[in-house]
């Protein structure tokens, strides 16, 4: 099944220098102030291409990869600390097949993105829910206001509610849009208002409405990814199914947590932690180190009636 997000280009994918520093100054980020396009221009051999992508590189925004992991459910009253698993190695809950589940966002962190300061960043959640013998895809979008370096200050917030699962799992996509446009402020104020503050509720029936609201929903997101001063930034699919393949990801209820990285081996979950009484993951050694990149955490747990 295709990719919702397939049209979307995030600022990692970007092959072209040019594009990526035009877009830095339309945006005023402040690690790449002044005229950064006549410079790498102006630099014979190509040498002022090599020095902007040996700037941008090592950007947490510029990796276009993604590290998925899980943290299983807390023991009630608890506060030892809990490991972190990459979803390939935990048992999937076939309780889940053919039930109902809800999906929250408890963390979306920006260590840094284009533009600097405070980011208006468009989450936008897509996913396949069971009716019957069909599927239809459903998508909800929600903004944040995140200081470079710190975390939206949700935890919780509702996005799919009583989504239906197959018999085979469920697949879940996400794209995030840094927005600096300010005509589009208008837009995120609207996802703002009180219709969007409690999450997309789903039935176990079809319903006529969820098709075109979400090619409208995902129609704002592909429009704002291509404005002038907006940015996409991150985006993944993960399938979650009840096989026991070696590389395949489990449904369970517990958080999955999404890191955009350089690449798959940059981190290594065994040296990191969730430590409860904290509320945060940091390193098995240092308390106060705590993932150096973008990440989103989302949460699956059982729908109750």
Partial sequence: MSSVFADIKVIGEC???????????????????GDVLENMNETPGGKGILEFLNLVQDQPWMYASHK??????????????????????IAADTSLK?????????????????GGGTHNVMVTFAARNQV?????TVSFSQTYRV?????????????????????????????????KNNEDQAILSTLESSPFQSGLKLLTTAQPAIAPFTEITV?????????NENVAVQKF????????????????????????????????WKQWIY???????????????TLPYNYVIFRVSRYEN
């Fill in 15 to 33: 092959e072209e220098p040019e594009w990526i520093a035009a877009k830095l100054q339309q945006m005023q980020d402040p690690d790449f102030r």
């Fill in 237 to 268: 699919y993960l399938g979650l199914d009840f096989e026991n393949m070696a590389m395949g990801c489990r449904l369970a209820e517990g958080n999955y947590i999404a890191i955009q990285v350089p690449d798959e081996i940059a981190i290594d």
């Fill in 219 to 227: 129609g704002v997101v592909k429009m704002l990814a291509q404005r």
């Fill in 68 to 89: 998925f992991g899980y943290i299983a459910p807390r023991k009630p009253g608890s506060m030892k600390p809990q490991i972190i698993q990459h979803p390939s190695a």
């Fill in 147 to 179: 200081q470079e370096g710190q975390s939206a200050g949700i935890a919780g917030y509702p996005v799919f509610i009583g989504l239906n699962v197959g018999s085979q799992g469920v697949a879940f996509e996400c794209s995030t849009v840094n927005v």
């Fill in 275 to 289: 430590k409860p009484d904290l509320g945060v993951i940091v390193h098995k050694s240092d308390d106060y180190e």
């Fill in 98 to 114: 053919n039930s109902s589940i809800n999906i929250r966002l408890d963390r979306l962190h920006i260590a840094k993105y284009p």
């Fill in 132 to 136: 019957a013998d069909t599927q239809e």
